[in-house]
């Protein structure tokens, strides 16, 4: 019982973690965010600010809440919202990415955890390799999400869905926000620094002591059961994923309280995979529900996110041999970052921030 507490404690600090994250990096970038998305034309560039945008933000809901915003406002044409979308959903899985550095300093824990969290940004780049040159040539999801918005949407319609975690952690989050901002009068940026310094210490604190506990309490047998009803049948994971994401809406918080349990070897890649991609189509469940309340515009956004989630998985997870090209390539990137750890610094920052930023420069 004392384990389990311990357990319940942590897992606590290790959500509010994320939540202080993802406040500190809105501190320090909902404005340039905002500021990204006037003037695009070009599906690349869509691409690349959707990605640096939900990076920023640390939120995919955000950034689509941003790219609606823009769209209503007339700075973004829905061609090209359609691409940030797309960028959004590569961008979100930063989050998990960070989650598993905190596992860097034990090889075999790290491998895990890396290849458990970097499967997703495979699966997100085979499905906008896909869908984007799909999209440009024919606009099937803009044309698909139009029709189905206009025969959805009615004024007054829709709802709000409270995350139960959003309800604990965000009233600590925001009181660390007003300590950091207001008390120590570091203002909007510096606040965010030193809130996202202590978010990651905590982060790392948590993993550490989470993970000993799991492999304590989850023996073999535990971890036999679990990953043999995963392996029954892939499309309970994702109903899992899809369900939890909802309940928590945060798909950020589902991929990322996976990582323990890849890094102590308790779920297998090929049986956490359906469940990252159940998240995937989760995020958009929330998203729907607040667009039916923003006009045409949201929903029709929103049904864009939804339709490219729901698309990819249709597409990738039925073909076994195809499902299994974003857990190879996790492995191999996996195993260069055991190397070196300077793999898996260059890889985070390479990826989510150099590469959009140059694509944003270029393509803009």
């Known amino acids: 019982m004392i384990r389990v507490g311990l357990l319940l404690g942590l897992l606590y600090v290790f959500?509010?973690?994320?939540q202080v994250m993802g406040t500190?990096?809105?501190?320090m970038g909902s404005a340039h965010a905002e500021g990204l998305f006037s003037g695009l034309v070009t599906p690349f560039a869509g691409l690349s600010v959707g990605i640096l945008a939900t990076v920023l933000v640390q939120s995919s809901s955000m950034t689509t809440s941003l790219v609606v915003?823009?769209?209503?406002?007339?700075q973004l044409p829905l061609e090209v919202a359609v691409f940030a979308i797309m960028g959004c959903n590569i961008g979100t899985t930063i989050t998990n990415t960070l989650v598993s550095l905190g596992h860097v300093?034990?090889?075999?824990?790290?491998?895990?955890?890396?290849?458990?969290?970097?499967?997703?940004?495979?699966?997100?780049?085979?499905?906008v390799a896909v869908f984007m040159p799909l999209e440009m040539a024919t606009g099937v999801l803009r044309k698909s999400a139009t029709y189905l918005a206009g025969n959805i949407y009615t004024d007054g319609s829709g709802g709000k869905f409270t995350s139960p975690v959003k309800a604990i952690t965000k009233?600590?989050?925001k009181m660390l926000k007003h300590f950091c901002t207001d008390t120590l009068d570091l203002g909007s940026t510096w606040g965010g620094v030193v809130m996202l310094v202590l978010a990651l210490v905590a982060l790392v604190f948590a993993l550490i002591l989470i993970t000993k506990i799991m492999k304590l309490l989850m023996m073999a047998r535990m971890e036999r059961s679990l990953n043999r009803v995963l392996e029954k049948s892939g499309l309970l994971g994702i109903v899992i994923g899809i369900a939890l994401t909802v309940s928590v809406q945060s798909s950020s918080i589902t991929t990322s309280l996976m990582i323990p349990l890849f890094a102590a070897g308790i779920l297998k890649l090929e049986n956490g995979f359906p469940v990252t991609l159940g998240a995937n189509i989760g995020t958009t469940v929330t998203a729907l529900l607040a667009a039916l309340t923003t006009g045409v515009n949201?929903?029709?956004?929103a049904l864009v996110h939804l339709l490219f989630n729901l698309g990819s998985t249709a597409l990738i997870y039925p073909v076994p041999a195809v499902r299994r090209i974003p857990i190879r390539l996790a492995e191999k990137l996996a195993e260069l970052a055991v190397r070196n750890r300077f793999y898996a610094v260059f890889y985070v920052v390479?990826?989510?921030?150099?590469i959009p930023l140059v694509g944003n420069l270029i393509f803009r």
């Open 24 to 27: 500190a990096f809105k501190l």
């Open 171 to 173: 009233p600590a989050a």
């Open 69 to 74: 915003s823009a769209v209503g406002a007339g």
């Open 298 to 301: 949201g929903l029709t956004i």
């Open 15 to 18: 959500l509010l973690s994320i």
């Open 350 to 354: 390479g990826f989510f921030v150099i």
């Open 105 to 127: 300093r034990q090889d075999a824990e790290f491998r895990r955890a890396f290849a458990g969290s970097t499967m997703h940004d495979f699966f997100n780049i085979m499905a």
